[in-house]
């Protein structure tokens, strides 16, 4: 197998053909958000279940705006 096989068949291979250029503006950038946004709402710990509803039934609706302003953060993060 030579050094030619060997790179086309690596996926993980990064050339020059698969660079793509950047998203320019807000509506081309909203199509690559969708799949960050599920990604980072599956990755939600145990330890935060159980953070969240302890918060939830101590302070009630009172605090729900962090759990909406960490719930956004978390995905920039």
Sequence with gaps: ???S???D???YLL???GIEEPPM???SSLRYLGPGLI????IVGSGELIATTALGAEARFALLWLVIMSTTVKVAV
């Design 9 to 11: 068949e690596d996926p």
């Design 39 to 42: 990604i980072s709402a599956s």
């Design 15 to 17: 050339t020059a053909k």
């Design 1 to 3: 197998m030579g050094t």
């Design 25 to 27: 503006g807000w509506k």
């Design 5 to 7: 096989a060997a790179s």
